[in-house]
């Protein structure tokens, strides 16, 4: 049975023999666990590595959310920090939220629905993902299974389709009672329908939620003479995206995910459930991006991560490329600029004795990188943004900071519960 285990961004991870206890910020994990986790917290790739050591038995998450699995069976489903604390009941909570940014930002095709939301929440993370799955997968099936020509090689004793002269001239004497023939067979055995089905094998394995396991074992059936995949990448690139295979299409992230195409440190054969983990402060910026997006008027636009303005120059050459998140245009020209932080921070603090620490918990460098956009993408003229989530901290705009008479930057909460309350803030943005 898979050792299910929750713990939040930022939060820690103890090896089992130091008598942790488990919270919300901290877990225990049996030695085969540990073991693995530690060799992805000392990998070379920093890019992708989401462990880092806090001392000899001690591991820290850093900022994704998502599903940890050891090859042993232990599932660690990492939740987003939305709340400086987090009890029982905001558990489902937290795990509506977090898959609510997942759909907008179309990670995954989640279907919106509220058929048996709650009691799906109230099971982890890696069987809601699960029951989207075979969800998708049910449509597909009443739909039809896709078959295809297969074209096959092979010696009979009878004529079918079509005689390979070549072959069958060189048959030695005592096979020339057989034919050798090339006929296509009308066959579900594609490779779409052999990545459906080692999905599937796979879900049955690891799904422990009783409606989950019984859905599974009904899909099964219209894929029973279908072969599972034996080289999956392969099948991969062989997938069509013809007209009419376009009701496959919202399975393929789902099939990523559970063979483990999408965990940078996952292979199909090492995992004892699924691996998916993404950056919190990416996923943040793309769901608002996508809220934004959808309640621009007309003649409005909104682009992610430009990239074509620089710094500065060095000779011919201009060097120290500016990236910012999102670059809102009126017709052509743009007018605003936003960065998105997925931080906590306390509108109530502010500058004491002279300290250089930032007002509200606002980093000076995200000031200084806010002043650079508003010279070089918004040529000395228009409006800056920061946007960090809503809290009980963080839940009213901060008073206007003045860079000069024509460049201002508003600091600004995004509410997650009610996207609502995120309109009068747009709209001032649109003045």
Request: glycine fraction near 4%.
């Amino acid at each position: 049975m898979l050792n299910n285990l929750v713990v939040r961004e930022w939060g820690r991870i103890v090896r089992a023999d130091h008598n942790a206890q488990n919270s919300f910020d901290q877990i225990e994990v049996n030695h085969q666990a540990w073991l693995y986790l530690s060799q992805i917290a000392q990998s070379a790739d920093k890019v992708h590595r989401y462990l880092s050591f806090v001392n000899a038995h001690t591991l820290k998450v850093h900022g994704y959310v998502g599903v940890i699995a050891t090859p042993d069976g232990v599932q660690i489903e990492i939740l987003p920090k939305h709340e400086p604390t987090l009890e029982k009941p905001g558990l489902v909570a937290s795990r509506k939220r977090l898959l609510k940014m997942l759909a907008a930002a179309k990670v995954l095709p989640f279907i919106e629905s509220t058929d048996a939301l709650i009691d799906r929440l109230k099971q982890p993370l890696p069987e809601v993902l699960i029951g989207r799955f075979l969800q998708d997968l049910a449509q597909v099936v009443r739909k039809g299974v896709r078959k295809d020509y297969q074209r096959i090689e092979a010696q009979e004793r009878f004529l079918k389709g079509q005689l390979q002269t070549a072959r069958q001239l060189r048959q030695s004497p005592s096979k020339q009672t057989q034919f050798c023939i090339e006929y296509d067979v009308f066959s579900d055995e594609r490779a779409e329908n052999r990545l459906i089905h080692s999905a599937l094998i796979l879900v049955s394995k690891w799904s422990q939620y009783l409606p989950n396991q019984k859905l599974a074992r009904e899909l099964r059936f219209a894929f029973d003479e279908v072969p599972i995949s034996h080289h999956i990448m392969q099948d991969f690139k062989a997938w069509r995206t013809s007209r009419d295979m376009h009701y496959y299409q919202p399975l393929l992230p789902w099939l990523k995910l559970i063979l483990s195409q999408y965990s940078p440190f996952a292979t199909a054969n090492q995992h004892s459930g699924i691996s998916f983990l993404l950056p919190m402060d990416k996923l943040f910026e793309a769901y608002v991006a996508h809220h934004i997006q959808r309640n621009l008027p007309i003649g409005y636009n909104l682009k992610t991560q430009m990239s074509r303005n620089y710094l500065a120059t060095q000779g011919e050459k201009q060097v120290f490329q500016l990236r910012p998140d999102l670059v809102l245009y009126r017709d052509k020209s743009p007018i605003a600029v936003l960065d998105t932080k997925w931080k906590l921070i306390n509108q109530s603090q502010t500058y004491e004795n002279g300290s250089e620490d930032a007002k509200s918990g606002i980093a000076q460098s995200d000031m200084y990188q806010l002043f650079a956009y508003g010279h070089k993408v918004l040529n000395g003229q228009g409006r800056l943004v920061l946007i960090y989530p809503c809290c009980a901290t963080f839940n009213q705009p901060l008073d206007m900071f003045k860079f000069s008479e024509t460049i201002s930057l508003q600091v600004l909460p995004f509410d997650l519960e009610n996207e609502e309350n995120n309109q009068a803030w747009l709209s001032s943005i649109l003045e």
